[in-house]
């Protein structure tokens, strides 16, 4: 069973425990009988070694029984540390992908996208996928469990060293007990100060990954940009450390007390030893025993470099809430449960729609019908607002004011999701699915089908080029990587396949943006057959796209300012007119000056 729930106001070291037996239940308890043995046979093996060495010096009796001891005791640690790195890989991998799976659910659930526009929300994702420290949240169980076994092992070495004298081992647990709490509170409040303004750090992780990006690589370069990158990684990141460096002072001195504190209980520990053996009260067998269990006795309290990696990981679990409470509370909630249907048999009609993102409007009571099974054609100058414009229409977002009506039912009383699969989309950033060819145009889709998508997208060709034809992975480790322009042909492809099974409006969004002139003529000459019967809504900024729609908007000022087919636009002589006119001039002058 992988978990579902943590207790949400429990601490996250409670939590990170819950997380491990909800997620690895048998590993759990594998994890701490190996953590338990692993603390209490170095305790045996100093017993075994001790009562060897006493054996050394005469009792040779008693020799056979404490070398088969410690010999068991050595057995165990080495199968136990092997053991227990086997199962810790499990759970590892375990609460990862729960871990995983926990976030994607979170993010996939709202039917909208206007969760993935906050700040706050993608700073809480990387802290809880551990991209700004570095250290996964995932990893928090197993650290716990292993700093547990620590623990353990430094309470048995307390109770060795309390068996030579019996205040000698309370003292030193009490010493380092008292000097755990400081010290943990002081790496608690450090690990909170740099993780505080996780804005900072993410600006700096940004410098990182574009440093680092193969896609931006070129760019990074061309422009000299490398060592820039550099720089403001180091800016961002010092940045982010002011506010660790102001508690960096208490942190040196709570070490330099605590330190203090335990050198001067450790000499006092050595001398009772140094003095007991001194004046014969014990023996070298004694003194090979709890001398080394006098240092071991610092598990008990001691602060490791996992302790401080441990903190970075709990500092990091409660990201995981704050994603899942910043969804709940910034992802508008996209409501209506009505089917579908065969919606839309005549018109999707917008009223005085609004939209705005913040506090500056993007579309401002804008009216607009779009007929179906008749191509309608958004232009307008960039920002004009026609992605946002396709986002609500294939309801990514609702808008803020007026409606949308789909044959007079508002679309928001739709079932959104119903909806989302009636629009076959292609996107501006099309998605590059890593999947085979096959997949990527259809998943389960019959070979036909998929070869009637492709040969309408004008991407028939590429089947042949790749080597395991439709069963070619795409863009994967081993697989084939295509060029933009392919890779658009192919979400073509997608969106005219699910417009052939299901899909009933046909979006398109700068569909031809990637495509070379042989492929771009192509797709012009087809556009009506590959349209015909289809409610299709194309943006673009080319003209010899846009010009072959039914029906041609012109968005300015968050409202549609022009309407009607190039003729009549052209005719109008306005801002279409206008438009058209200098792009028709620029491809004239070229062709002039060649
Ligand atoms: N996530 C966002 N947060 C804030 N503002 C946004 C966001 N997305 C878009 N905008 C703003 O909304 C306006 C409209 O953007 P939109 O992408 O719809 O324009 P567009 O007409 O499609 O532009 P282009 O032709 O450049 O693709 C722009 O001014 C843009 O800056």
């Given at each position: 069973m992988l978990p579902t729930r943590w207790a949400p106001r429990s601490s996250p070291r409670w939590r990170a425990q819950r997380m491990l037996w909800d997620g690895a239940p048998r590993q759990a308890v594998l994890l701490y009988a190996c953590a338990a043995v692993g603390a209490l046979a170095p305790v045996v093996l100093l017993v075994g070694v001790g009562r060897i060495v006493r054996a050394a010096a005469g009792d040779r009796q008693a020799t056979w029984p404490w070398i088969a001891v410690s010999g068991a005791a050595i057995g165990v640690l080495l199968v136990g540390d092997t053991v227990r790195d086997h199962v810790a890989g499990i759970a590892r991998a375990r609460l990862t992908f729960a871990l995983q799976e926990r976030l994607m659910t979170a993010l996939i659930r709202p039917a909208g996208i206007a969760h993935l526009t906050d700040q706050g929300n993608l700073d809480a994702l990387a802290g809880a996928k551990g991209a700004l420290t570095g250290f996964q949240p995932a990893n928090a169980p197993l650290t716990q469990v292993a700093l547990a076994g620590d623990r353990l092992g430094g309470l048995a070495a307390c109770v060795l060293v309390g068996a030579f004298r019996w205040w000698l081992g309370a003292g030193l647990l009490l010493v380092w007990l008292a000097v755990r709490r400081p010290l943990r509170t002081v790496i608690t409040e450090h690990v909170a100060a740099l993780g505080g303004d996780a804005g900072k750090i993410r600006r700096a992780v940004y410098f990182f990954e574009l440093a680092t990006d193969p896609a931006a690589a070129p760019e990074v370069r061309a422009y000299g940009l490398g060592r820039w990158t550099v720089d403001r990684l180091r800016e961002h990141w010092l940045l982010a450390m002011a506010a660790a460096w102001s508690v960096r002072a208490r942190v040196y001195r709570t070490v330099a007390l605590t330190a203090g504190l335990v050198v001067a209980a450790n000499l006092a520990a050595c001398w009772v030893l140094a003095d007991a053996v001194a004046h014969h009260r014990i023996g070298l067998a004694e003194l090979a025993a709890y001398f080394p269990a006098i240092v071991a006795t610092s598990a008990v309290g001691g602060i490791s470099t996992e302790d401080i990696a441990l903190a970075w990981m709990l500092a990091s679990l409660p990201d995981v809430e704050r994603l899942e409470a910043g969804i709940a509370r910034s992802a508008v909630p996209l409501g209506g449960a009505r089917p579908v249907g065969d919606l839309p048999r005549r018109t999707i009609r917008l009223e005085g729609v609004r939209f705005a993102f913040g506090d500056r409007p993007?579309?401002?009571?804008l009216d607009l019908d779009i007929p179906v099974g008749a191509s309608t054609a958004i232009v307008g100058a960039n920002g004009a607002g026609k992605t946002t414009l396709i986002r609500l229409l294939t309801r990514l977002h609702d808008p803020s004011g007026g409606r949308i009506t789909v044959d007079g039912t508002?679309?928001?009383?739709?079932d959104p999701a119903d909806w989302q699969r009636r629009c076959a989309l292609i996107s501006q950033d099309f998605a590059r699915l890593p999947f085979t060819l096959a997949d990527n145009i259809g998943v389960g889709a019959s070979r036909a089908a998929l070869r009637a998508a492709a040969e309408r997208a004008g991407a028939a060709d590429l089947v042949a080029g790749l080597p395991d034809g439709w069963d070619t992975p795409l863009g994967v480790p081993g697989g084939r990587d295509l060029s933009r322009g392919q890779w658009q042909r192919v979400a073509l492809a997608r969106a005219l396949y699910a417009a052939e099974h299901g899909a009933r409006i046909l979006v398109l969004d700068e569909p031809t943006a990637w495509l070379d002139a042989a492929a771009e003529a192509d797709f012009h000459r087809r556009f009506l057959a590959m349209t015909r019967g289809l409610t299709t809504i194309i943006v673009a900024h080319r003209f010899s796209t846009v010009r072959r729609a039914d029906r041609i908007h012109v968005l300015h000022d968050g409202k549609v300012a022009e309407s009607g087919d190039h003729d009549t636009l052209l005719a109008l002589d306005g801002r279409y007119a206008a438009m058209f006119t200098a792009q028709a001039a620029r491809f004239a002058g070229e062709a002039t000056a060649r």
């Open positions: 993007v579309l401002d009571g508002d679309l928001a009383d739709l």
